[in-house]
């Protein structure tokens, strides 16, 4: 599913003294099969976007009620909005938001926070029986929910019954997870995957999700304010500011402005700042930025200097 923003705007609290815009005019194209990042400062609007590719915001066309507001006289229209998801075109009122919402699932950030039900079972089958167009049979449920228990890495039979706030808090991430890929979505979005783990465990996290990506997800949508991360796994990253679309590069290309990125407030990988300090000594490393590639072009260029060659 090919996600395709033009002149996307949208503001909180529209005609209040607490009016606030946060996306200004924003078009930002992301291609099916991608491991997409999205970046950005706190109020950037990164997040007011994502939350628009499945419809927990909705722009006004999509509303029941809305009438479009009539031009005055030699008023030249805005450019139109466009939002598509597949097939799925969210200015539309007549779109099947619950088919969406199948097609595209959302990881909230700390998403164990939000497991509510008595058992694993129950947790991970709620979003299935929520979107599903038709009733499921008991042995249906049971069927999709072992898949996805098992794709994020955990014992089906072992953790079925138990409450889910019994379990560890790696344990609760993958069955929230869980709990998201059930239906299968086409296109999955994550907000900060691996806030509050220590290494290991954010190693982890981006390991299970790029399995997913193998095996369970075409797409996979990112927002993250660790930029080892972006850089490390993305194969393309949007820089969000003031509600505005800045860059839209390969994180090879991207963390190569690293002044202006510091202008922005945001930071850079610890390899783009090695890389800069080696050249304030004479010395270029031109890698992609991810640590094997780094650590491989520093040690080619140490053997070589070793070795005596200019």
Request: hydrophobic fraction near 40%; charged fraction near 25%; include cysteine.
């Amino acid at each position: 599913m090919r996600i395709v923003a033009e002149h996307l705007s949208y503001t909180y609290n529209p005609g209040s003294p607490f009016a606030s815009a946060a996306l200004r005019d924003v078009s930002l194209t992301i291609e099916e099969g991608e491991f997409f990042g999205i970046i950005g400062h706190t109020g950037s609007g990164k997040s007011t976007f994502v939350q628009h590719l499945n419809g927990l915001l909705r722009l006004p066309s999509s509303q029941k009620h809305y009438r479009p507001k009539r031009l005055k006289k030699g008023q030249t229209p805005p450019p139109a909005t466009v939002l598509t998801v597949g097939d799925f075109d969210l200015t539309d009122k007549k779109t099947n938001f619950r088919a969406l919402r199948k097609s595209v699932g959302m990881v909230f950030q700390y998403p164990e926070y939000q497991l509510f039900a008595e058992t694993v079972r129950d947790d991970v089958a709620f979003g299935l029986k929520n979107f599903s167009e038709e009733k499921l049979s008991d042995a249906a449920i049971d069927e999709a929910v072992r898949a996805a228990v098992e794709v994020v890495g955990l014992d089906y039979e072992e953790l079925k019954d138990k409450s889910p706030f019994e379990l560890s808090g790696g344990q609760k991430r993958r069955v929230a997870i869980a709990g998201v890929i059930v239906t299968r979505p086409e296109v999955l979005v994550l907000d900060e995957p691996a806030a509050g783990l220590d290494p290991l465990g954010k190693r982890e996290v981006m390991e299970l999700l790029h399995k997913l990506h193998r095996e369970w997800c075409k797409t996979v949508v990112i927002v993250s304010h660790d930029m080892d991360e972006i850089s490390e796994n993305c194969t393309r990253a949007a820089v969000f500011a003031d509600g505005t679309v800045r860059y839209v590069l390969p994180p090879h290309e991207l963390f190569r402005h690293a002044q202006e990125l510091t202008e922005l407030g945001l930071d850079v990988p610890l390899t783009a700042k090695l890389t800069a300090l080696l050249q304030e000594k004479g010395i270029v490393v031109d890698s992609d930025f991810t640590t094997a590639d780094f650590c491989e072009k520093v040690l080619a260029l140490w053997k070589k200097r070793k070795e005596g060659a200019q």
